[in-house]
């Protein structure tokens, strides 16, 4: 990774170039340091700090088709609403990433839906696409992490996959460091959450495009 993307800015034309580009050949990038360390700080205080109730547990599937299986996953998340300024300050800043990624990319990303998601120890994710080809509106995925000093022996890396010799095989293990940024194409990147050891922090976001009828947006999951 280069010098100037570990120092990811918004505001550089530059830096978007070359996610995008990333996402174009390889369909994923890590972006270590890429939120700004107060937002980061904010975000993390915010999470660390709601109550249980606020939280579900998280399933798989969508609207009539979602489900609860703890053998998949066992995170627990908290969408976001947009109803304070935190969460608004959070939008606004990945706002720019989907303006530069329609400029760049022509996606069509039409609006953007997100969830803190909590690790308790021993939580995980197994491999997983976000979306499938023809069956859902999401198209670029992102994952901003918020957990200061997190270490190998940690656990929780993110793993992502990709198709060697035939057959899928991991291609990058990702720490979920705090201020890190992963941004990746939701329907051809499989990816895993593998058991976390301590208390795991995350803000899981999907870029989306309006594949309804009748102008209105299909809801979130």
């Known amino acids: 990774m280069s010098a100037e993307l570990l120092a990811f800015d918004p505001q550089r034309e530059s830096s978007f170039d070359a996610l995008a580009e990333a996402l174009e050949t390889r369909g994923y990038m890590e972006l270590p340091g890429a939120v700004p360390p107060e937002l980061a700080e904010r975000l993390l205080l915010r999470v660390i700090d709601m109550e249980d109730a606020e939280f579900r547990s998280a399933g798989i599937g969508r609207s009539g088709d979602f489900q609860k299986n703890r053998f998949v996953r066992s995170d627990e998340i908290h969408w976001f609403t947009g109803a304070d300024e935190l969460e608004r300050d959070y939008l606004d800043w990945m ?16 609006d953007y839906e997100c969830h803190f998601a909590r690790y308790a120890p021993g939580a995980f994710y197994k491999k997983h696409l976000d979306a499938f080809q023809g069956r859902t509106n999401r198209v670029l995925s992102t994952v901003t992490y918020l957990n200061p000093g997190w270490t190998v022996a940690d656990g929780g890396q993110l793993l992502i996959y990709d198709k060697r010799d035939g057959e899928e095989q991991v ?3 990702i720490l979920p ?15 895993e959450v593998v058991v976390a050891h301590r208390q795991r922090y995350s803000i ?8 309804s009828i009748n102008g209105q947006l299909n809801p979130p999951q």
């Open 177 to 191: 460091l705090m201020g890190t940024l992963v941004v990746f194409l939701s329907d051809r990147v499989p990816h």
């Open 171 to 173: 291609v990058d293990s």
């Open 95 to 110: 706002e720019s990433l989907r303006e530069a990624m329609n400029r760049r990319l022509f996606l069509g990303l039409f």
């Open 204 to 211: 899981a976001g999907w870029f989306r495009v309006n594949d």
